[in-house]
């Protein structure tokens, strides 16, 4: 069979000296290799946008318009209390793929969702009323300007978008650092709100992707509602938060991780093998890499002994 041809051939190995991979290369030699955890992971977090689609069937189908208000401001409380530390739990296993530790996806998501509750309980309540603020704004202040014939309305819309643009960019960071760090509620905003306009390349980057794949899920789910329907629960949030944390960790480990091993003497953990410091006289060698290929013995018909 051509497809398995070699397949009991054993190889050089491969040298643990060998040349890391970066960027683009090791991006998709992680994703290639946990696609399947990936996956998994997005069906987990899935399960808290639950409220948000309910209250949508809801809002499309009742008829009973007080039953459905107290529905709808229950489903919305539920949403704003856990879609916080669900983003914590998202974000501990992500950054365990990205920094290429092993990871149990249900373990290490509900064990990042409660070990920062409080945390990120407050950091979604935020989130929700910000994009509640941002989102009135946006619908009242044009109106405003037009119904009162007065530009000046534009100002405060011109200040409440940027309010919104640097609260999004700073939940590329915030999330990552909870989970990574030990570092008080002010200072994770005060450090988030730092890293927003410190690392500007990267927060470009992972913004175009997020709006790249949130605008896929709403063309698909405008043009083919049921197939939307389908794959959100399998494939955008998670692949699309791997993105983002592969692309801002790096940051976080330069400017908070690094420096405070720095200040101790010491190399960050994360960015090492946990080989550097063994000093013992080694008995063995690791020959990965260096091994001649064992060569095949030909296959031949054997004496028969009637």
Known sequence: MGLFKGYENSGPGISKYAPKKKGIALFFDIFFRKIWQITGLN???????????VSFFLFSFMK????LLGLLIALFAVFAVLIGPAMAGLTKVTR???IQKHTYIFRDFFRGFRENFKKAVVVGIFDVIAALSI???????????????????YIPLFLTMTVGLVVFLMNYYIFLMM???????KNLFKNSFALAFAAL?????????????????IVFFLAMPPFALLVIPFFPMALTWFIVCFNCYPVIQKYVINPF????GEINPELTDGTENIDEETIFEDMGGKEKPIEKRKKGKGKRIS
């Open 201 to 217: 390349k990267q927060n470009l980057i992972s913004t175009i992707f997020v709006v790249f794949f949130a605008t896929l899920m």
């Open 96 to 98: 365990l793929l990205v």
């Open 64 to 67: 009973n318009y007080k039953l």
């Open 261 to 264: 091993y720095e200040s101790r």
């Open 43 to 53: 069906m987990l977090f899935f399960i808290f946008l639950l409220p948000p689609y």
């Open 135 to 153: 989102f009135s704004g946006y619908n009242l202040y044009p109106d405003w300007a037009e119904f009162y014939d007065n530009k000046l309305f």
């Open 179 to 185: 989970t990574a760090t030990d570092l008080s509620l």
